[in-house]
């Protein structure tokens, strides 16, 4: 499946869910805790900036806590606008106990580089493509965004377009304008948040 998603930081996080209750389902809140595994480099030093493929994630519901183990191949695509929209191949799997993995992951090479903790809202609405999914959530210490997303079978260019044109006109209904699109990835700005933290 190709995951295409946009982010936007969220000026005021009571308005957006009002809007978002206008036209969307509300669905309910989740909680999520997310590891990134980088790979070391060759001669065994963690990468500072490496690339998170590998998400070990606790998700937390009403329900009850489920692990899953995800692989994303990430690609970043840019409209003639100027937009910026993530264009994902997810791998997703449930797991029962995180803690075998974890140790694979270690022994092979991997190490755990950072933690990142979701609040999660979520909302859905139909659309010509298909069900678009929405977080509004908060991401300490980065504050609050909406995420949009469409899951499609096919990464053909005339339908990822046209998903793409979807899920602005779905920010925009949300009151939020593409100026606010965050285009970087969480775990960029977090890596950023905790360098500036150590230098001061």
């Not at 937009?83 to 022994?107: G, V």
Request: glycine share 6%; net charge negative.
């Amino acid at each position: 499946m190709y995951e295409i998603e946009l982010k936007a930081h969220v000026k005021n996080h009571g308005t957006v869910s009002e809007r978002l209750d206008l036209f969307a389902k509300y669905i309910g809140k989740t909680e999520k805790h997310d590891t990134y595994w980088y790979l070391k480099s060759p001669g065994g030093e963690k990468n500072a900036h490496g690339n998170p493929n590998v998400r070990i994630r606790k998700e937390t519901t009403n329900a009850g806590t489920a692990i899953l183990l995800t692989y994303k191949h990430k690609e970043k695509i840019e409209n003639n606008c100027g937009t910026t929209f993530e264009l994902n191949d997810e791998k997703e799997c449930s797991l029962s106990d995180a803690i075998p993995l974890e140790t694979f992951l270690s022994d092979i090479g991997f190490y755990p580089a950072i933690q990142k903790h979701k609040t999660v809202y979520d909302w859905e609405v139909n659309t010509v493509y298909g069900k678009a999914l929405f977080e509004l959530c908060t991401v300490p210490p980065l504050g609050d965004f909406l995420e949009i997303e469409i899951l499609s079978d096919s990464n053909e260019t005339d339908i990822v377009a046209g998903i793409r044109t979807e899920l602005e006109k779905l920010l925009i209904k949300c009151g939020i304008p593409l100026s606010e699109i965050e285009p970087r990835y969480y775990t960029d700005m977090i890596a950023e948040a905790e360098c500036k933290n150590i230098s001061r």
